[in-house]
């Protein structure tokens, strides 16, 4: 990980959040452009500010840098409507996300050959 890579991170989950440079700058406490400096790698938040723009996007630190999560605020309203649901509902659901990653599997090594 590095500036570029976290300056992109930043600018994915902002605009997954479809948030204006301007406007997380200003919700932050901050001028216009600061966003846009650090998502033009000219500079870094400080840690305080770090954590302000993780809980402005509702995620965690370690959410921000999961490499693996490609779509931090989507998995977290996901997981938020599975809390809501009875064993029978995560069961089902869970038997369909088996079946579609399945069928991504089964296309990928398809397409090896």
């Known amino acids: 990980m590095n500036q570029e890579w976290f300056s992109s991170r930043l600018t994915k989950l902002r605009t997954e959040r479809k948030l204006s440079a301007r406007d997380l700058s200003l919700s932050l406490g901050q001028s216009p452009g600061?966003?846009?400096k650090i998502e033009n790698n000219r500079s870094l938040p400080s840690m305080q500010v770090f954590f302000?723009?993780?809980?402005?996007?509702?995620?965690?630190?370690?959410?921000?840098?999961?490499?693996?999560i490609t779509y931090p605020l989507l998995l977290n309203e996901t997981i938020s409507e599975l809390k809501k649901m009875d064993s029978n509902q995560l069961e089902h659901i869970l038997n369909v996300l088996k079946d579609i990653n399945a069928a991504k599997s089964n296309n990928q090594n398809y397409k090896k050959r």
């Not at 302000?52 to 693996?68: N, S, V």
């Open 34 to 36: 600061y966003i846009n």
């Open 52 to 68: 302000y723009i993780c809980e402005y996007l509702k995620i965690t630190p370690a959410e921000f840098f999961d490499q693996e």
